[in-house]
């Protein structure tokens, strides 16, 4: 059913599916088809995620594993207004789908690549929704796992909105040995070094995200893959007071906090980024 669905999908027509009419595809990855979709009882446009039949079985390990949830039941328990809402999931011809609101705008991994003037006077706007986001995740008790530019959605009145619970899993009572699947740029040092973890991971990934929105560069910046993970696990970023002066000192402590290699060093608890980030809302970088 789903190899048709793909089939149909990808031609000039709109496809059927139960309550929806699929209008064309937004995005296709490995894991999964993203397509845009008008819903029949209410006429809104919303987009549905299908996972696809060769990714059920990597997904069924990581729930075996590390979470008793399916992505859109995680995604569902999330009422956040910078997380992205899951309006309805379920199966689909034996593929996990989920259902999600539709946002115009672009990825800020996209953003930052296509038109960054954007971003201009909206950076430390971004952190601090984004900020709040995790925050939410994790009182929520769990992991995101794959937090990154790619997977933060801004949307054209600049309303930043996190995505994609594909590798989330909850927080356990102790610290968890983590896959090594998602984004490599922003893996933890314990990832990499295959210790046990636990949501600090996420708090790496965001101290990665902002040292690069605010200071225009990767802390750590490799022309090579392999260089970049050897750069995780033994360089230490240049300070970003010193990469961009401009940025509010107690702001660039926070991200070089976020940084820490050792997990224990590291910033404790998104909370308290929320805070920070907050004293210096009217601040425009």
């Known amino acids: 059913m789903?190899?048709?669905?793909?089939?149909?999908?990808?031609?000039?027509?709109?496809?059927?599916?139960?309550?929806?009419?699929?209008?064309?595809?937004?995005?296709?990855?490995?894991?999964?088809?993203?397509?845009?979709?008008?819903?029949h009882a209410t006429g809104r446009i919303v987009v549905v995620k299908v996972l696809k039949p060769g990714a059920k079985k990597a997904v069924e390990r990581l729930e075996a594993h590390y979470r008793d949830f399916t992505e859109?039941?995680?995604?569902?328990?999330?009422?956040?207004?910078?997380?992205?809402?899951?309006?309805?999931?379920?199966?689909?011809?034996?593929?996990?789908?989920?259902?999600m609101e539709y946002l115009e705008g672009m990825t800020?991994?996209?953003?930052?690549?296509?038109?960054?003037?954007?971003?201009?006077?909206?950076?430390?706007?971004?952190?601090?929704?984004?900020?709040?986001?995790?925050?939410?995740?994790?009182?929520?008790?769990?992991?995101?796992?794959?937090?990154?530019?790619?997977n933060l959605f801004v949307t054209n009145d600049d309303c930043v909105k996190l995505i994609d619970f594909g590798l989330t899993t909850p927080i356990q009572n102790l610290p968890a040995i983590a896959s090594r699947m998602g984004t490599a740029e922003i893996l933890a040092p314990e990832i990499l070094r295959r210790e046990p973890s636990d949501h600090r991971v996420d708090i790496f990934a965001f101290g990665v995200v902002g040292y690069e929105i605010l200071a225009g560069h990767w802390p750590f910046e490799s022309l090579e893959h392999h260089q970049t993970l050897s750069k995780i696990l033994n360089v230490h970023p240049m300070p970003l007071d010193k990469r961009a002066p401009a940025v509010p000192k107690d702001v660039a402590a926070l991200m070089m906090r976020c940084l820490e290699k050792d997990p224990n060093k590291r910033l404790g608890g998104m909370n308290t980024a929320v805070g920070i980030l907050e004293r210096f809302r009217d601040v425009k970088l």
């Open 2 to 39: 789903l190899k048709e669905l793909y089939h149909r999908l990808r031609g000039p027509q709109s496809t059927e599916l139960p309550g929806y009419a699929a209008t064309g595809i937004l995005r296709e990855g490995s894991m999964s088809m993203i397509f845009k979709a008008k819903e």
């Open 72 to 99: 859109g039941q995680i995604a569902a328990s999330f009422d956040h207004p910078n997380i992205v809402k899951c309006l309805a999931h379920g199966d689909l011809g034996g593929s996990p789908y989920m259902v």
């Open 108 to 150: 800020l991994a996209n953003l930052t690549a296509a038109d960054s003037r954007r971003l201009e006077g909206r950076r430390l706007l971004c952190l601090r929704q984004a900020a709040g986001a995790l925050a939410h995740v994790h009182g929520r008790g769990f992991i995101h796992h794959d937090f990154c530019a790619k």
